[in-house]
Structure formats: structure tokens, C-alpha cells
């Protein structure tokens, strides 16, 4: 049963330390999506790339996140450094393109003290 | 920049009342996706509309597309238990500038059901 991996499920970190979040998308996909989700903002798109090429990475805070694709089975998104506003749940999802279904990982749960 | 309006927030409604959310966006959209998130779960694709004043059914559900490809609804007929979740709606841009594309999520509803 394909399905998108992302590790590690939780993470508690302390302020200032870099935060590595990592995703395995579906075999064969060749869109990668970084979305974060808080209640306060819902789901926001961070980062996608496509065929391992970033094309959209309007909504991520340049200064301190880094969304890259070292290989098609590997996405990271890196947050250095960490604050606590960056608490929230960091989904990682793939597809065929931006128009077709979207799979969704289980998240990472981040909370920077 | 681009954005998709959904509404209402909340809802909470007794087991077999029906129960329907929608989303808005000011500009024309190419097509519209809609998602379920279970509580503390991932958000699960449930269906895509394209065409222009579409209606599509998924058993107990039903999705309709405007004629304008500016706004969507979810309905879904006697509500289960099994219902509850957050039903989220995600417009697709096509930017012109660019030729690129975005996916926008609307902030969600959160269904409960009570039995």
C-alpha cells in the first residue's frame, strides 16, 4: 500500500536548534509539497517542487527555512534556527501535479520550547 | 494574493441531520479539490471538480461546482458519527504570470456529530 512517510512523527526541540523534517513521497509521483497547519492559519502551502525542482516557495520564511529534494525518494525541510512560533503540524505530500489528488504523509508534530 | 473563503468554521449537528459547507474564491479557479482530516489524522483526498457547474456524488455526499468556477459546496445527507472531521476545500490557481500553478486550502470546517 503506497503511501508518503514522514519522520519523525514528533519532535520537541529548544529554541535556536535547527530542526531537520524529512519525507519519502510516493514512488513514481513528481510533486512534492511542504504544507504547515495551525489553528490559527489552517494549511499553508510552504514549498513544492516538481520533478525535484523547487517551483513555488512563496510561503516559506526564507531566513530560516530551507525546502530541498537531494534525490526523488528524499524531500527535507529544514528550520535553523528554530523559533517557538514555528510549532505546528508539517505535512508532506505528493502527487501527479498541483491538479490531481494530493497523498498526504502523517505529519510531523514540531514544538519548539 | 489568492484566497479561498470557507465557511461556516463549525458545525455541530445530531446524527442524521444534514450538514454543508462552502467555499468561496474572487477569482475563477481551474478547478476544485476537497480533502477530509480526521481528528489527529492527515488530510485525505476525496474528490476533484473541473467543469463549470459540476455535481458530483460520492454515496451519502455530494460536491457541486459554480458556474462561475468561483465557489463549491460539500453536502452530505444524514450525517454518521463516522462523518466527523475537518472538510477542507483547496482552490487551484493558475497563475498567469508565471504560467505556474497553486493549490490554496480553505480554512476548513470541523464537523461534530452528536449521537
Known amino acids: 500500500d503506497a503511501r508518503v512517510t514522514q519522520t519523525p512523527r514528533h519532535k520537541v526541540t529548544e529554541m535556536g536548534q535547527e530542526v531537520t523534517m524529512r519525507c519519502q513521497p510516493i514512488?513514481?509521483?513528481?510533486?512534492v509539497f511542504w504544507y504547515r497547519q495551525t489553528m490559527m492559519q489552517g494549511l499553508e502551502l510552504l514549498a513544492y517542487f516538481r520533478n525535484r525542482a523547487p517551483l513555488d516557495d512563496s510561503g516559506m520564511p526564507k531566513d530560516r527555512f530551507s525546502a530541498e529534494m537531494p534525490d526523488a525518494t528524499l524531500a527535507t525541510l529544514k528550520i535553523q534556527p528554530s523559533e517557538p512560533r514555528d510549532s505546528a503540524v508539517y505535512f508532506c505530500?505528493?502527487?501527479?501535479?498541483?491538479?490531481?489528488?494530493?497523498?498526504f504523509g502523517q505529519g510531523t508534530r514540531l514544538t519548539v520550547v | 494574493g489568492q484566497q479561498v473563503m470557507q465557511i461556516p468554521q463549525y458545525q455541530h449537528v445530531q446524527e442524521g441531520e444534514d450538514f454543508t459547507t462552502y467555499c468561496n474564491s474572487s477569482?475563477?479557479?481551474?478547478?476544485i479539490q476537497w480533502y477530509k482530516q480526521r481528528p489527529g489524522g492527515h488530510p485525505v483526498f476525496l474528490i476533484q471538480?473541473?467543469?463549470?457547474?459540476e455535481v458530483k456524488k460520492q454515496k451519502r455526499l455530494t460536491f457541486q461546482f459554480g458556474e462561475a468556477k468561483k465557489n463549491s459546496s460539500l453536502h452530505i445527507t444524514a450525517t454518521q458519527t463516522t462523518d466527523v472531521g475537518t472538510y477542507f476545500c483547496a482552490g487551484d490557481f493558475y497563475l498567469t504570470q508565471g504560467g505556474s500553478e497553486k493549490l490554496v486550502f480553505g480554512k476548513g470546517t470541523k464537523l461534530t456529530v452528536n449521537p
Open positions: 471538480l473541473v467543469k463549470s457547474g
Open positions: 514512488l513514481g509521483h513528481n510533486t
Open positions: 505530500a505528493s502527487g501527479f501535479g498541483v491538479s490531481t489528488e494530493a497523498f
Open positions: 477569482t475563477t479557479l481551474s478547478n
